[in-house]
């Protein structure tokens, strides 16, 4: 079990957390034209990396913030957590 | 009462207290502290069960986790345990235990005959065998493999013991509590660090216990007892016995069980069975010690063939003699200490050294002790069906090939050394690679992968005064760098006796002309032919030879066979052990009760139950409960002996005809507030709502951003800058996250905060066209009026000096209302309206008029929005808004959610208007058409409609606005049914909406 740290609460066990998945997606403004392929993969393509990964996480049993965790998905190490606000590196 | 095998002046059980206990039947009796096998051995008794393929004989190996045999089935209190190991339990008065895998009984088993027809079990037997034709399988081979096989029964009553569970964060976790677990946990603990020590066995010390060494001017046992004594009284530090860490985790979670009432007859009160510790650790120590390892010889499985620790322990710690005519065959020193401990104890035994004239302190103290000793001798053959009763030795050359002067000789038991194996299982698990270490021929963890270290003979250093000197330093280090204390203890001066080298000679080549069959893995019958032959037929990877032989599965985990195997599979293919690698170690490293896993989260606790204010008012008045998420509504209230059918229409009835009150507080229900909060909603619904005015309730749709519907409800105007939001009971907690998603990651920008309130507020719906009537009387002081109150209208009121408010919207479909009050007043509340709507004929109704209703309306809900439907689909395209942008608007212009065919939803009548159709039906033109015959669509749900007395269902079909007036076909083959049809509008009930306005 995962040992997260919430910038909010501080470190606690994946199961206060649930899983938001690829932090990198960026929602296409409102009212803005885009074509069906740009929207599509917006909605459907993800990254699924080996190695380091910016992904969402949100703290549902705690203080209910989504946060940023920076993970290694072969080896579960996190680098680092941001809130959602903060500039990731 | 006579124990011809227990010793009188040597052990540490409590002789003060006898305890009688059943095994097979038979009563015998121990002391105070014995383990099962303890007191069977000082009883004489050594056969235990048979073997799992051939069904051989089976006695005692070891004397803890390494048994692989002694597995019993043990009862105690009407309760069964299956897969006991005799060597970890320890008896009390009245436990029954008996053997596993044998019938008719242990004396004489049928099963046997595999026995004498092992040439049809080799390896990969299953596979071979139990193939084909598959049709065999579930009639032929797998009742006869469960019959063959298997090991314990498990109980198929419902487990009566409390299992805990208990999470727990220190700086320091430390497993097992040998000279290596003591000396650092003491060195940590002195230095500040918060340890947990775990220790397996009933008693701390591990092999001080047994070792014939000196600290600090005390014996080994002397040592540890004021070591762990002081430690108990610290309060940084929390020491457990009878506690297995047995799985290592992501992030340094280590999960240990507790067996805290095992070894009593029975739990006490306020004390579970067993418990899971979750353990979060900044570091740990992994002092697992090391297990010894067989050396291969002909039937080396007959009971009496033992490893000579366990020889050794079971003198020192239980005061029992394995044998009283011993045979010591060892490759190193370790055996002359079993036979200096035998020998002390007035036992002659005979030592049968495999090296050709080593010389040592412990072998010059057992010549001085006239023990007779053997050198450039092996063990040929254990003779001997039930219990070894002499042995086949012969003199080896020294290039360890060729066997001669064979000769037998008289014993009654076998102790056996080759040597340890270091237990490497959990830093494997935490994911430490581990490397080959020639000087002991075993592996040894490598670079710390978590924050883990192996320390003492888990990490290979066998000599005690490495080991406390590594444990001390490790002790301070790793508490150094979590406390920054400088408190450094002094290491106490260790007294020991050198040992020489070690023979790397393991496994006794065959006599000619002899099939002797030489076991690897004692517990799952694989022996040194079965892995020849699999080799032969191809297999090289470690892991396929694993499970073609089946070699280290199982519960044993290879804690006794793993090395030898993996030595013999090198030899045959000529590499070194490193190059052929070793199997992965998983967790657990011992059997763990799935009571434990499971802990308190059984029957109705396996999820929370929630229960709205007015529950004890439903339970009173004969509520029939359903399930809605995690929460208990009523389905029906019932009267006298009506069925559900009877009830949920009558309580339908009432609505339509007079008034009836529904407990709507399961809904979701969300605050939103803020400046921004308009302009949030109005992305987040799919129609516009910008201008709703204050006072003022919308109905809305929001969408994933793959168009799919995810919710609807409706959405209140309290004032300017807050909003009450409602949302399905099922989707309630998904909306929250969804709402919270947007705001914090995706619009920041809005001033807008949203959070939960369903737990706040208590809901009745009131419906009927008798609802104006009763809220007049409810409220004598609102003006609630069709005209100071319209639909989709909110007012907030005084009922009976409670602040309520009032919604104006309906699912029913009649004219209705919602009333809220905090929820301390939901009971109030329901009281109130029941006993003034008494004069208007109120009844209460419950989840399935509630259905009833809204599916005659065709009022979508959680059967039409199933996570596949998009806002057309559910006929609610008139709330898509044309002109604004919000979430998942871009996807429904995607050419399959615009196609001219697209389903939508329907209704459906019988048309004999009496047969019901089964929701889940598809819908059919042809009804005799091939298989598959192509559907049109499904039943989503259906009712008995109270307005036209017949069945009516919701279904959503292809090119459904074109379908009306169709004569079709519901099928349902899971009933059997195929149901003629006519497709009609899903409003079947007020179409134009006129009541809810009424
Ligand atoms: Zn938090």
């Not at chain 2, 254990?382 to 002067?405: E, P, R």
């Amino acid at each position: 079990m995962l040992y997260i740290f919430c910038p909010h609460c501080g470190s606690r066990s994946q199961n206060e957390f649930a899983y938001g998945g690829d932090a990198t997606v960026k929602r296409p403004e409102l009212n803005k034209e885009i074509s069906d392929q740009e929207w599509n993969n917006f909605v459907y393509l993800r990254k699924s990396p080996r190695g380091k990964h910016l992904e969402l996480w949100h703290h549902i049993s705690g203080c209910r913030q989504w946060i940023k965790v920076e993970r290694d998905t072969s080896t579960h190490e996190i680098f680092k957590t941001y809130k959602a606000d903060e500039l990731t590196e | 009462m006579s124990q011809d095998f227990r010793l009188d002046n040597i052990g540490m059980v409590n002789r003060n207290k006898k305890i009688s206990f059943t095994f097979n039947g038979k009563k015998y009796f121990g002391y105070e502290g014995d383990t099962i096998a303890s007191a069977l051995i000082a009883n004489g008794v050594h056969l235990v069960g048979r073997s799992f393929k051939y069904h051989r004989p089976r006695g005692f190996f070891g004397v803890g986790v390494d048994e692989p045999y002694a597995i019993l089935q043990l009862e105690r209190n009407n309760e069964r345990d299956p897969n006991i190991r005799a060597t970890e339990q320890e008896i009390f008065e009245g436990l029954e235990v008996k053997s596993v895998n044998c019938w008719p009984s242990v004396n004489f088993d049928i099963g046997a005959i595999n026995n004498f027809l092992k040439m049809f079990f080799p390896a990969g037997f299953y596979y071979k065998t139990f193939m084909w034709p598959p049709s065999f399988w579930y009639k032929i081979y797998e009742p006869f493999i469960r019959m063959a096989a298997g090991f314990g029964e498990a109980s198929i009553k419902h487990d009566k013991e409390r299992y805990e569970h208990k999470y727990e964060y220190c700086d320091l976790l430390i497993t097992g509590s040998g000279p290596s677990g003591l000396a650092s946990a003491y060195a940590a603990a002195k230095n500040g660090a918060r340890v947990i020590l775990a220790e397996d066995k009933p008693r701390y010390g591990g092999s001080l216990l047994t070792s014939d060494v000196n600290i600090g001017n005390q014996t080994g046992a002397e040592w540890s007892e004021k070591i762990i004594t002081e430690l108990k009284s610290m309060s940084n530090v929390i020491v457990k016995n009878r506690s297995q860490v047995f799985g290592y985790y992501d992030h340094n979670m280590l999960v240990m069980s507790e067996r805290i009432s095992d070894h009593l007859p029975k739990t006490q009160k306020y004390l579970p069975k067993q418990r899971l510790w979750y353990i979060r650790a900044k570091e740990v120590l992994i002092s697992s010690g090391s297990i010894e390892r067989p050396l291969v010889f002909g039937n080396n499985d007959t009971p009496g063939v033992m490893l000579s620790s366990a020889a050794k322990e079971y003198m020192k710690v239980y005061g029992v003699l394995v044998g009283k005519k011993p045979l010591i065959f060892t490759n190193n020193d370790s055996g002359y200490e079993t036979a200096i401990e035998f020998k002390k104890n007035g036992v002659n035994p005979l030592i049968l050294d495999t090296r050709k004239e080593p010389s040592s302190d412990i072998i010059s103290e057992a010549k001085n002790l006239g023990i007779e000793i053997k050198f450039s001798h092996v063990v040929v053959a254990a003779k001997g069906y039930k219990k070894v009763k002499s042995a086949d030795i012969a003199k080896i050359s020294d290039n360890k090939k060729d066997l001669s002067n064979i000769e037998n000789i008289k014993c009654d038991c076998i102790c056996v050394s080759g040597f340890w194996t270091p237990s490497i299982h959990l830093a494997s698990q935490s994911g430490n690679k581990s490397e080959f270490n020639e000087k002991i021929d075993a592996f040894i963890p490598k670079k710390s992968k978590q924050k883990e270290n192996t320390i003492g003979s888990a990490n290979g250093k066998f000599t005690l005064e490495e080991t406390i000197n590594e444990a001390f330093d490790k002790g301070y280090e790793v508490s150094n760098k979590i406390t920054e204390n400088n408190n450094k203890v002094s290491i106490p001066t260790v007294v020991e006796k050198k040992s020489t080298e070690h023979d790397k000679f393991w496994c006794v080549p065959l006599p000619k002309g002899k099939s002797y069959k030489r076991f690897l893995d004692f517990q799952n019958d694989v022996a040194v032919s079965d892995i020849e032959l699999a080799l032969r037929e191809g297999f090289r990877s470690i892991e396929h030879v694993k499970r073609y032989t089946t070699l280290g599965m199982a519960t044993d985990q290879g804690k006794t066979s793993n090395l030898n195997g993996l030595q013999l599979v090198s030899d045959i293919e000529n590499k070194v052990v490193p190059q052929v690698g070793h199997t992965t170690f998983r967790p657990p490293y011992t059997p763990v009760s799935i009571g434990a896993i499971v802990g308190r989260e059984v029957g109705k606790h396996s999820k929370p139950t929630r229960k709205s204010p007015m529950h004890e008012w439903h339970e009173k008045n004969n509520a029939v409960f359903v399930d809605a998420g995690v929460w208990l509504r009523p389905r029906y209230y019932k009267q006298g002996n009506e069925t559900l059918f009877e009830a949920s229409k009558r309580e339908a009835k009432n609505v339509r005809k007079n008034v009836g009150v529904c407990d709507v507080t399961t809904l979701g229900k969300i605050d939103v507030k803020g400046p921004d909060a308009a302009e949030f909603l109005n992305r987040v619904y799919t129609n516009a709502w910008l201008k709703l005015p204050v006072g003022k309730a919308r109905y809305g749709v929001m969408l994933r951003e793959d168009g799919i519907v995810m919710d609807d409800g409706t959405t209140t105007r309290i004032s300017e800058n807050h909003y009450h939001m409602t949302t399905t009971t099922a989707q309630a907690a998904n909306v929250l996250s969804h709402l919270e998603y947007y705001l914090q990651l995706v619009w920041p920008e809005l001033n807008v905060n949203v959070v939960s309130t369903t737990e706040q507020w208590a809901g009745a719906a009131i419906a009927g066209p008798n609802s104006r009537a009763l809220l007049m009387k409810l409220f004598p002081n609102t003006d609630v009026s069709n005209e100071g109150l319209p639909f989709m209208g909110y007012k907030e009121a005084d009922l009976f000096g409670i602040p309520a408010k009032i919604y104006r919207i309906s699912f029913s479909g009649e004219l209705a209302y919602e009333v809220n009050v905090e929820s301390d007043y939901g009971n109030f509340m329901w009281e109130k309206i029941i006993e003034v709507g008494k004069e208007f004929q109120i009844q209460p109704y419950g989840t399935e008029a509630l259905s009833t209703l809204r599916i005659e309306m065709g009022h979508v809900a959680g059967s039409e929005l199933d996570g596949r439907t998009i806002p057309h689909d559910a006929s609610l395209e008139g709330l898509v808004s044309k002109k604004k942008d919000f979430i998942g608007k871009r996807s429904l212009s995607r050419s399959a959610f615009t196609k001219s065919d697209r389903e939508k939803i329907v209704g459906v009548v019988p048309l004999d208007k009496t047969t019901s159709i089964p929701e889940g039906s598809y819908i059919v033109k042809d009804p005799k058409a091939k298989l598959p015959n192509p559907k049109l669509g499904h039943v989503s749900a259906s009712c008995w409609s109270v307005e036209y007395d017949n069945p009516f269902s919701l279904a959503i079909i292809k090119d459904g606005k074109n379908m009306i007036g169709q004569k079709l076909f519901a099928m349902s083959p899971l009933k059997n049914k195929t149901i003629p049809v006519e497709i009609v509008s899903s409003h079947y009930v007020d179409p134009e909406g006129k009541r809810v306005r009424a």
